[in-house]
């Protein structure tokens, strides 16, 4: 029933600019956390940024300086603001959210995934 709804992606230069959103659905749900992950072809899964509901974040430290993470808290939606694109950030980017369901529990939503593609 609830599920992430994630927008964006596609094909950057390098040293280009790109920004994704992720939004929980419904949109009122309350998150504990949410946060981007990406996997490229061959490679592991690995954090890209990831933001807690009190404000605390985490950089993957391939893109440290160059990416940010936002909470718009008014629309409950984060945004990763991704600068000087390198074409090694090219993969398919999961946006995660872990929603609180019970005492010491969370349910972990994942949404499908969008193609970052950073080439001339």
């Known amino acids: 029933q609830v599920q992430v709804v994630e927008s964006g992606g596609g094909l950057v230069q390098p040293g280009g600019s790109l920004s994704l959103s992720c939004a929980p659905s419904?949109?009122?749900?309350?998150?504990?956390?949410m946060g981007w992950y990406r996997q490229a072809p061959g490679k592991e899964r690995e954090l890209v940024a990831r933001?807690?509901?009190?404000?605390?974040?985490h950089y993957g430290d391939s893109v440290k300086g160059r990416f940010t993470i936002s909470w718009d808290r008014a629309n409950n939606t984060v945004l990763l603001q991704m600068n000087s694109l390198k074409p090694e950030d090219t993969a398919v980017y999961y946006c995660?959210?872990?929603?609180?369901?019970?005492?010491?529990?969370?349910?972990?939503?994942w949404g499908q995934g969008t193609l970052v593609t950073v080439s001339s």
């Open positions: 995660n959210a872990k929603v609180p369901r019970a005492e010491w529990t969370e349910l972990e939503l």
């Open positions: 419904p949109r009122s749900i309350s998150v504990n956390a």
């Open positions: 933001i807690h509901r009190g404000g605390t974040v």
